[in-house]
Each structure stands twice: as C-alpha cells, then as structure tokens.
C-alpha cells in the first residue's frame, strides 16, 4: 500500500465511526414550481432515535363524545371529529387523510423547556394533534402554534416542515422565557424554492405585515431577549 491508499483507508474508517454514531434529523421541502408533476414534497431522515425501526401506524378517522383529550403532560380539549393520519409508534405524526404533511428536526434554543402544570404539550403531541384536526398546512401551523401557547410547550427548540398538496411551510417553535407558553413563527416556502432544515432554527428575517409569515408573541419576547433562537 502506498501512504495514500494507507491515509485514504484511515479517513474512511473515521467517517464510518462518524456516521454510525450521528444523531439528528435533517429535512427537506420543495414548491410545487420545482417538481416535474407540481407535487409539494418533503422529507424527514430520522437519525435521533438510533437503531429503532420507524414503524407507521394509522390512526383513524373518528368521532368524539368525550370534551377531554389526553396527552403526554396533561389534558386539552377535544373536538367531535378529527382526522386519520400516519404516525411513527411512539414518535411524530406524519401525514393525514387531507395530505398535510410534516417533518420534523429538533433545534438549538435559548429559553429551555421545563414541564409542569402550566406547560403540558411537547413537540409528539402537537404533531399529533395539528394532523387531526387540521385540512391545509396553513391551518396545522395555527392550531399547533395557538394551543402551545395556551396549553404551554416544554420540549427543545423544533421545527416542522408543514406542507399540503398546494403551499410549503416552515414552522419553528420554542418555549418562551416564562416556561409557561411558547415563541413559534412560520414561513411560507416560494413555491419555485426548496428548504433545508438540518437541526437550526433557519428562519432569520421576518415581515410582521406579510401573509407569507405567522408568529405568536415574538415582537414581545423579541424586547426581553432578542436572541431567542439560535
């Protein structure tokens, strides 16, 4: 072996050991502009959770007499129907009988998460919730984001690729300085453009007076600490 087959071999085998020890999520979003079909399409490759399978499951269309929903910190209330959606066993929803679609990578936040009473929902239950109830990308970004900050949000800083067979969203969300709501803004994706999230928060300019933006209590929060997400 010359010394750069020899040096080439090591390289290899550290980025081997690199790879196999990786641990995060990197997703992808593209307009219905940038598709041959004019399909909105999006994807989630889920490195987080190691060596687990991923498994789907479908959760059914169904009626609801009950006025409470549990979920994994407490209770919200239900509505009288919600929608089917495919779910990872034990992780996040993934796409729902309307084709609103999300994907999801964990990022870096300034303000942690604490649960409690007055903080019940993580990152799994709004997927979840957002997918039963929601027909279009638009509205699974505000009823995730609206019930976050009354229900409050305790989780890691995350963002959800949210999608629907015509618009492509980037929704990023955080706990908020109290501990007891949540900081969350979306961005509507051109739709000649395709997105990238790799476990950052990419969202970095708003327009408040833009249809193309949503956003909970940011300008406030903004005042106390301008570097809310990283």
């Known amino acids: 072996?010359?010394?750069?087959?020899?040096?080439?071999?090591?390289l290899s085998?550290?980025?081997?050991?690199?790879?196999?020890?990786?641990?995060?999520?990197t997703?992808?979003?593209?307009?219905?502009?940038v598709t041959v079909d004019g399909s909105v399409m999006s994807s989630h490759s889920n490195d987080g959770d190691g060596d687990?399978?991923?498994?789907?499951?479908?959760?059914?269309?169904?009626?609801?007499?009950?006025?409470?929903?549990?979920?994994?910190?407490?209770?919200?209330?239900?509505?009288?129907?919600?929608?089917?959606?495919?779910?990872?066993?034990?992780?996040?929803?993934?796409?729902?009988?309307?084709?609103?679609?999300?994907?999801?990578s964990?990022?870096?936040?300034?303000?942690?998460?604490?649960?409690?009473?007055?903080?019940?929902?993580?990152?799994?239950?709004?997927?979840?919730?957002?997918l039963e109830r929601a027909s279009t990308a638009r509205e699974a970004i505000q009823i995730m984001g609206s019930l976050a900050e009354k229900y409050g949000y305790y989780d890691a800083g995350e963002s959800l690729l949210v999608s629907d067979p015509k618009d492509a969203w980037i929704f990023h969300i955080s706990p908020d300085d109290t501990q007891e709501s949540a900081i969350?803004?979306?961005?509507?994706?051109?739709?000649?453009?395709i997105a990238v999230v790799a476990n950052m928060f990419v969202i970095r300019e708003m327009d408040l007076n833009s249809s193309d933006f949503m956003?909970?209590?940011?300008?406030?929060?903004?005042?106390?600490?301008?570097f809310f997400f990283l």
């Open 1 to 10: 072996f010359t010394i750069a087959k020899i040096m080439f071999i090591i």
């Open 13 to 25: 085998i550290i980025l081997l050991l690199v790879l196999k020890t990786s641990n995060g999520c």
């Open 27 to 33: 997703t992808f979003i593209v307009g219905r502009d």
């Open 52 to 104: 687990t399978a991923g498994n789907l499951m479908k959760v059914e269309e169904s009626y609801h007499s009950e006025n409470e929903r549990r979920v994994s910190g407490g209770f919200v209330p239900q509505i009288n129907h919600t929608f089917g959606y495919f779910t990872k066993i034990g992780g996040y929803a993934s796409l729902n009988e309307n084709q609103v679609a999300l994907a999801e």
């Open 106 to 130: 964990t990022c870096s936040s300034i303000f942690p998460g604490k649960r409690s009473n007055a903080s019940i929902l993580n990152i799994v239950d709004l997927s979840a919730i957002g």
């Open 184 to 193: 969350w803004v979306a961005q509507l994706v051109p739709s000649d453009h």
């Open 215 to 226: 956003y909970s209590n940011v300008r406030c929060c903004c005042f106390v600490n301008p």
